[in-house]
């Protein structure tokens, strides 16, 4: 087969010409900087557009910018990331970065190869999903380029964090499954042992919210946290230790969606019935949470706004990054459905 | 803060000092190039692992590598697609590349963008996994970078391409549901009109699978196909479209698990019990297919070995850009669950 013939490739002076603007305001609009009027980004969009113009990462590379945006993705499975990435990728559409993804970070070595690479690789800029890494990784991340850290609490002087208030999350579905009448509720969490970790993962903030909520609600004794990680294993392993005290909890709080679906799976295997015997309650909200069959109570913590807020977050930092750090923390809203109910009796 | 002081960088030089072999070895263990023994893989692996060294992207980009393969991946939120990450990723483990996702690609338009991307920032490979694209533009991408093409049929002289029988697996699934004593047995497909695609897309493949086998089984005058997407969305609005005729299947065989989830919450929200009122019947067999209270009834085509068998082409490909084309095609084998049963009386 012969290649197709190459065109002679369209650059910045005829977009320019095309939309009668100057190759600096070209420029402007596609660095998204400050400057360009509306109708300045409107006239080069559609000469663009027009001309099917799209720029050089190589020759971009040269003077310092690929146009390329790094997304390290904890887990591909945890339906809870999509959502997150929907808000990235919607809030860049206008821009020229692409958007590529670092997969199978499921450790602090993981991310250490995946980060590096995509500093290696000249990207402008990083969004870094939960991260487990340890703090001096990610001020060495955000040290080479801008970088927006989401879900994880905590603040460093040299990135931006978006997080949920997970401390409120777990208080909100103790509050519900206590106003239920349920008192052995129980909690399966993302095992933690790294005193920075402790302090600022989200797991672990949920675990400490839960056992706050716990003790507010008068249920201090009936405290029960079990430790295996946020996957559907995880949920499956947790929720069979569980079942098999000799008094099983009446409802289970999974740290999140993923997990509960490994223990509703657990609870079907042992032949009991949700809600009827075990209330169960996840966190995230996911597309899975709300399928009709399983119907799962969990937590809403808007994964569609905390990509749109990290996008947002690494495109002004780009823009300068001498900027002051910025924490922005979403609120989550309980979300009831089937799988939460009184105790029985 | 201080950024840390930069270490000197580990070099190629040093690999092989340190491995007591020659610069040219240690330049073929990189490129998993012919001629470098078991022993010399090792050697070198050793020596890369104690110096921490690694290959630096931008240098390596002026000689033509970036050790970069893009994987263009069309739907982060179809189960499936982890599967075949995995494939992909275990088997580069062992090589110095580095996956990145593209995603978001739901259509041609944004599959163009996608690989004009990672062409554009030097990916020495690209593994396109069901892509939507013309064959030209298919062809377009394999002649400027080698290219694995996964779930399309169909050949080609400058791509390889690792598919599943999709028409033995919709074969499977019919045979199965008629077995059961089913004759009103519905598919729910992904819209198709391009011919080309109608040709080569494997859910067109799985739409001609089912009417072939309908016949086959003296069921043609049940033919009854509803085209909508393969999403969850889709499932749903095809299932409240089957369950509005007047005379609803018994059977509803869908295109893809993630269809499957739409269809049960469809099935739920019309008060109908699944298998009692409607069998299920999916494609993909994912881990969400696999989950206690779903225990869907499906297909595995063995995602994880297209993942490995993908990666294996690609390395081989990239070794030797002029062998003739390979065209991979697996078995599919049918997982019954409890989604299925005998229709009602």
Redesign the interface.
Known sequence: ?E??APRRRVTIVDVARHAQVSTTAVSKVLRNAYGASPEMHAKVRRAIDELGY?P???AR?LRGQ?Y?I?VMLPD??N?F??EI?DGI?ATLEGTEY???????CNGEKAEA??T??MI???MDGIIMIAPVSSRAHL??VA??VPTVVVGRHGSS??YDTVADDDIEGASLVVGHLAGLGHRRIAHIEHRETDPTRLAEMPNARRADGYRQAMRAHGLAEWIDVVSTSYT?EGGYQGAKELLDRPHPPTAVFAGADVVA?GV??????AGLS?PGDVSVAGYDNT??AA????SLTSVDQAGYEIGRNAARLLLDRMADRQRPPVRIKLSPALVPRRTTAPPPE
Do not use: K, Y
């Open positions: 087969m290649p197709p799209r050089h990462a190589g590379g690929t390329t790094g591909i499975r339906p990331f999509p990435l990728t692409q958007v590529f993804l670092g997969p199978g190869r995946v590096e690479a290696d690789r000249g001020e060495h040290s080479s002087p040299v559907q679906m509703l799976e657990a609870v079907a295997e949700v597309t899975f399928l009709g069959p399983i």
